[in-house]
């Protein structure tokens, strides 16, 4: 092995692909052995990413397990649902380290998986499989070799409640997540839903009851309030390139108020590099994280038991990329924080 850790980025002209290049680019303890892309297979990686240029010459290859196998110790799988499975499944049995950034591993179930997904292409490695989410997994990451990291939603949405369900705060009935993201969190495709014309000055939810994050959000609030949870969760698409923010309402077993709260989640969160409880009573804004690996949260009360959790996360950061590499530095040994002290930039 060399000196430094030698990288593989499967998928790397998405947007999650790309986002996980410039982070790595400044990781002091690594660097970038392969990058792979079907369509751009041949071309230079700034060719593709004209920011890299100057940082980043690396021509881009077709995806071959095998091949990368010899020239990697770590791989980043930026791949769509249903083909990182595959792909993991030779990495792994090769001897390298894989952080998943698709949703196949990240549920536990191959049941609720396969209703969700489709059928899995790597079943054998979903019990071995640690959810990515340090604030909640960080010791169980640190001694995995393959690490499912979580959805944007889950993470929002999660990072915001999971304070109130571990420490029994609230009725574990009537949870509502309504959450708003960034264009970008639809991947880098050509779409016409997604196009400028179609999103500029409109707001629309989608998978209403039925969006495939849900299974993933409520597995995690289970495993926190160590009881069955079932949660409303509906998604909305805003006119903005990145950036989410999840509003999560519940119902407090006994009446509290945003300091009782906000003491909660200070001791909750306490000593966590990227999250940060904002001060009593201020909401939380998306580009304030913007670039950024942080989530900032803001629990506030009523008094007479209403509770609102407010949280915002970059979705192609802490959302994907940034927690992707949060978790390699966990699995490898490094400062969880190595190449990811970077802040919003405001305006």
Do not use: W
Request: aromatic letters at 6%; charged letters at 20%.
């Amino acid at each position: 092995m060399s000196e430094k850790l030698r990288i593989a980025v499967c998928g790397a002209t998405g947007y999650t692909g790309f986002e996980l290049v410039r982070l790595l680019l400044n990781h002091p303890k690594v660097e970038l052995a392969a990058l792979t892309s079907q369509q751009s297979a041949g071309k230079k990686m700034s060719e593709v990413l004209r920011s890299v240029a100057g940082r980043c010459e690396i021509v881009l290859e077709k995806l071959d397990p095998k091949a990368l196998a010899k020239k990697a110790d770590f791989a980043f799988l930026a791949l769509p649902h249903g083909e990182a499975a595959e792909t993991a499944a030779a990495l792994l049995e090769a001897g390298l380290k894989v952080v998943d950034l698709s949703a196949d591993f990240r549920i536990h179930d191959l049941a609720v998986y396969e209703k969700t997904y489709e059928h899995h292409k790597a079943p054998n490695y979903l019990k071995e499989a640690v959810y990515g989410l340090p604030e909640l997994h960080r010791e169980k990451i640190k001694k995995a070799r393959l690490v499912a990291n979580p959805g944007c939603y889950p993470t929002a949405t999660i990072l915001a409640l999971a304070p109130l369900l571990k420490n029994g705060a609230v009725s574990h009935d009537g949870l509502i997540a309504d959450a708003k993201s960034g264009v970008s969190g639809a991947g880098r495709k050509a779409d016409l839903a997604f196009s400028f014309s179609e999103v500029e000055n409109g707001i629309k939810a989608y998978g209403v009851f039925t969006h495939r994050h849900t299974p993933e959000i409520e597995q995690e609030l289970s495993g926190a309030a160590g009881a069955p949870i079932k949660i409303t969760f509906t998604p909305h698409l805003i006119p903005m390139n990145r950036g989410i923010l999840s509003t999560v309402y519940a119902r407090a077993k006994n009446g509290l108020s945003t300091a009782d709260l906000s003491a909660l989640y200070r001791r909750f969160y306490e000593g966590e590099p990227f999250v940060r409880v904002l001060p009593e009573g201020v909401p939380p804004r998306t580009q304030d994280v913007a670039g950024s690996n942080y989530c900032d949260v803001s629990p506030i009360g009523a008094g007479d038991g209403r509770v609102i959790c407010l949280s915002a996360i970059d979705n192609l950061v802490k959302g994907a990329s940034g927690q992707a590499m949060q978790n390699m530095n966990l699995m490898m040994g490094y400062p969880e924080t190595a190449g990811l002290e970077g802040f919003a930039a405001v305006p």
